[in-house]
């Protein structure tokens, strides 16, 4: 990759077009902004700084937002910007229905159209939550305006009795514990008071804390981002610094279409597999990737990810958690030893300025259980598997890293769930015909059938396999996992069922082969019979009778290429709107 070649500076910018003049209309803009004690000399051309930020008390995680804005306030002040601070959607994780996922798009269109339409030459985009992240970036890159994101960090390490209590990857465990008899209803409340012991997001590699690795390692965010506690002092400093950044970025005219290039989106995948990443990362990157135009797929998934090796040990694939992480080194690290291997494009373009090998050349690991080296990897192939065949025509996701070796090639009898509802009556049941060599089937939860990809694809298992000591069965859905959870799990079966996939014509008594080395998801029926079935099939889930959720139904693509809004790929671009007056 080139070098990048900075703009003249100084030169009228964006926001010239409403502050920078003596008409009615400037006189306007500027005295009303004029009420919340801004002096008119910061009205005198210099970088105007949006502070985009996901704030709410309704996101636990971003919570703390309001005071991290304030310490990116101190950073543009300093360097000589005017900030100015708004709110966008915020897609809380922890209770939003029926999925945060449902609102990713709503938010990202939030934030293009506050970018486009206000008069800013610069953002700072605060996230955190799951969907806030790829929300803000996919919105940021659809204006292609100078940005650069600060994560919320995550929590700090949870403790009960002695253990590590990872955020998610707790909750899965100790549910199917209180299911197999294991753990007391008491002894689960006692934990409960153990998850989340301060403000930030999950504290294990789940998807909060993979996407704010994977605005890193796309090098949309300073290095060190994403592992920073959130309570940590240096969390602010990251902030502070990233105020700073944006104001020179803003001089330079370094845009999002600069740094989101295919080499990035290559990085980005093989730091994914490198971490142990959430499956939800393929999803957002193939959405960002539209946003930019740069013709990312599944299978550049399972090609750049298939031979890195899972050297971060964390849950839920691992023993560790972020605190740890961020202890060893962090993010450089992983981004160092991949390029030591040959596995980086080191030249990639960061919102630094610089490539992304300078920024990372120099860490060092300070606990190789943490990260680990290649030779003592958790798992010699991580990434993403992605699996085809006539069950999964435009693919489905597995993690290997996160799954069950016995169970990575597995030929089962279907048990069928037509819908989450008929899931929750029928599971535990104990007269469902079910044993552990089974294979649990889940319709119906795509980003249609839902509504929105809700994170219920990792299936609890029946009880009475749990009570003899299993802890895995093969489920397959076309639904999502949260990135705290684990197994070997079959996620974002595309066609969804929704709109007539494969998968909804699925019965009860057929046989499955999952073959997760050589990327087959096979339904063992004819194909005569397939296409009977597929003929015979009628649509289960009707069209909403209006607002944002039948927008969402008529627009909203498949898992396989991102789950975007048709209408929203693309960059749109900044144009200055015509005046409001």
């Not at 000589?80 to 938010?107: I, K, Q």
């Not at 590699?205 to 704010?212: E, F, K, Y």
């Not at 070997?488 to 999952?514: F, K, Q």
Request: some cysteine; proline content about 6%.
């Amino acid at each position: 990759m080139s070098a990048f070649t900075p703009k003249p500076w100084p030169r009228k910018l964006r926001s010239h077009e409403w502050f920078g003049g003596t008409s009615r209309d400037h006189i306007y803009h500027r005295s009303w902004m004029k009420n919340q004690g801004l002096p008119a000399d910061l009205f005198d051309g210099r970088p105007v700084i949006g502070i985009c930020n996901t704030w709410s008390q309704l996101t636990p995680c971003n919570a703390h937002l309001r005071d991290l804005a304030e310490r990116v306030k101190h950073g543009i002040y300093e360097a000589g910007g005017l900030p100015l601070e708004f709110p966008v959607f915020s897609t809380g994780e922890s209770a939003l229905r029926p999925s945060a996922m449902m609102f990713r798009n709503l938010a990202a269109m939030d934030v293009e159209e506050a970018l486009r339409g206000n008069p800013l030459d610069g953002v700072v985009l605060l996230g955190g939550c799951d969907k806030t992240t790829p929300a803000l970036l996919m919105g940021a890159a659809s204006t292609d305006l100078p940005a650069i994101l600060v994560s919320g960090g995550p929590m700090l390490n949870g403790w009960f009795r002695g253990e590590r209590v990872g955020s998610g990857t707790a909750l899965w465990q100790m549910s199917e514990a209180i299911k197999a008899g294991t753990m007391s209803r008491e002894d689960f409340l006692d934990a409960e008071q153990a998850m989340s012991r301060s403000p930030g997001s999950c504290n294990t590699m789940g998807t909060a804390s993979t996407m704010a690795s994977m605005a890193e390692a796309l090098g949309m965010a300073l290095s060190g981002n994403a592992a920073i506690p959130a309570v940590d002092s240096r969390r602010r400093v990251m902030a502070h610094l990233s105020g700073r950044r944006i104001v020179q970025m803003v001089k330079d005219d370094l845009k999002p279409s600069d740094v989101l290039t295919r080499q990035a989106f290559e990085n980005a995948i093989r730091v994914n597999g490198a971490i142990g990443g959430s499956t939800n990362a393929v999803i957002h990157l193939l959405a960002l990737a539209g946003r930019v135009g740069v013709d990312l797929t599944l299978d550049d998934w399972d090609r750049l990810g298939r031979e890195i090796p899972t050297i971060v040990n964390l849950m839920p694939s691992g023993k560790y958690l972020m605190e740890e992480f961020f202890y060893a080194g962090g993010l450089p690290v992983v981004i160092r030893m991949l390029g030591e291997s040959g596995r980086l494009h080191r030249q990639a373009l960061t919102v630094s300025g610089g490539p992304i090998w300078e920024e990372v050349k120099d860490v060092k690991n300070w606990n190789d259980d943490v990260i680990r080296p290649v030779e003592r990897a958790l798992t010699p192939h991580g990434g993403i598997a992605v699996l085809r065949g006539n069950l999964a025509p435009r693919g489905a996701v597995l993690k290997p890293s996160a799954a069950s070796p016995h169970l990575m090639h597995h030929r089962g009898r279907a048990v069928v769930f037509e819908d989450i509802d008929d899931y929750k009556a029928k599971i535990n049941d104990e007269t469902l015909d079910v044993d552990e060599s089974c294979v649990l089937v889940l319709k119906n939860c795509g980003p249609r059938g839902y509504p929105g990809m809700a994170e219920v694809g990792n299936m609890g298992l029946p009880p009475k396999v749990l009570r003899k000591g299993i802890t895995d069965m093969v489920r397959i859905s076309d639904a999502r996992m949260s990135g705290t959870a684990y197994g070997t799990v079959v996620l974002h079966t595309s066609p969804e069922a929704a709109v007539g996939g494969p998968l909804a014509i699925v019965r009860n008594g057929d046989m499955i082969e999952l073959d997760v080395p050589n990327r087959r998801l096979h339904l063992d029926i004819s194909e005569a019979e397939l296409e009977r079935r597929l003929a015979e099939w009628r649509p289960v889930v009707t069209r909403p009778e209006g607002g944002y959720a039948q927008l969402f139904h008529d627009h909203v693509q498949g898992a396989d290429t991102g789950a975007d809004f048709d209408f929203l790929k693309g960059c749109r671009g900044s144009p200055v709107g015509r005046d409001s007056h």
